[in-house]
Nanobody, 111 residues
Framework: QVQLVESGGGLVQPGGSLRLSCAAS????????VEWHRQAPGKERELVARMSNAGSIDYGEFVKGRFTISRDNAKKTVDLQMNSLKPEDTAVYYC?????WGQGTQVTVSS
């Protein structure tokens, strides 16, 4: 069964950091682009970051250099390092690989 499992979410104070990880059981992981999205309460899901299979990267405008997406094709993982977190970053974060969504991991930024 194909699965994407996110981990690393939690509660962090403003200005803090979190590292999210997504582990995939997807065959041929390396041929797919990988993405992180987020959805805050009452808002639409939005793209946070994406990396193509060739390594090109895009970030949402709100990231402004604070987040870094990375992937390890051998381990079939995609990570999102988030620094300088703000309360408005509070959301459920989802990874997306090869047409599949993970179950999401909650990130809460609050003092």
């Amino acid at each position: 069964q194909v699965q994407l499992v996110e981990s690393g979410g939690g509660l962090v104070q403003p200005g803090g950091s979190l590292r999210l990880s997504c582990a995939a059981s997807r065959r041929f992981f390396s041929v797919f682009g990988v993405e992180w999205h987020r959805q805050a309460p009452g808002k639409e899901r939005e793209l946070v970051a994406r990396m193509s299979n060739a390594g090109s990267i895009d970030y949402g405008e709100f990231v402004k250099g604070r987040f870094t997406i990375s992937r390890d094709n051998a381990k079939k993982t995609v990570d999102l390092q988030m620094n300088s977190l703000k309360p408005e970053d509070t959301a459920v974060y989802y990874c997306y690989v090869g047409g599949m969504w993970g179950q999401g991991t909650q990130v809460t930024v609050s003092s």
